[in-house]
């Protein structure tokens, strides 16, 4: 399979990321600039400056909600990247439809409750 044929098939493929902050963040940028069409990012923090040593943000980040912050990031580096961002926290009530349609789930979440679900 050649590159052009690798890079065709991520761009028809989608990726939900239950988490923006050490893990999620980088695997957003590590998806991105393989070439995947489009990004589901889904979280409910913000910025802070202790994020900066671990997580994929900038001091013009501090104070943001993680989802914008990283949706410009992203888009900083392939803007035909299409990339949906969700402010807000992972329920029972909502996972599923958070994650509809994905090819790929990433699970990047920090408290065991919410992983187990």
């Not at 695997?27 to 202790?50: F, N, Q, W």
């Not at 439809?97 to 699970?107: C, F, K, N, R, T």
């Amino acid at each position: 399979m050649t590159d052009t044929e690798i890079g065709r098939i991520l761009k028809e493929k989608s990726v939900t990321i239950f988490g923006a902050g050490g893990l999620g963040s980088n695997v957003a940028i590590a998806l991105s600039r393989m070439g995947v069409g489009t990004l589901y990012i889904v979280d409910y923090d913000k910025v802070e400056k202790s994020n900066l040593n671990r997580q994929y943000y900038f001091l013009k980040h501090i104070g943001m909600k993680k989802v914008e912050a990283l949706r410009q990031v992203i888009l900083d580096i392939d803007p035909d990247i299409m990339v949906n961002s969700y402010d807000t926290r992972i329920t029972e009530e909502n996972v599923l439809a958070l994650s509809e349609g994905s090819d790929i789930i990433v699970e990047a979440l920090d408290e065991a409750e919410i992983k187990a679900m």
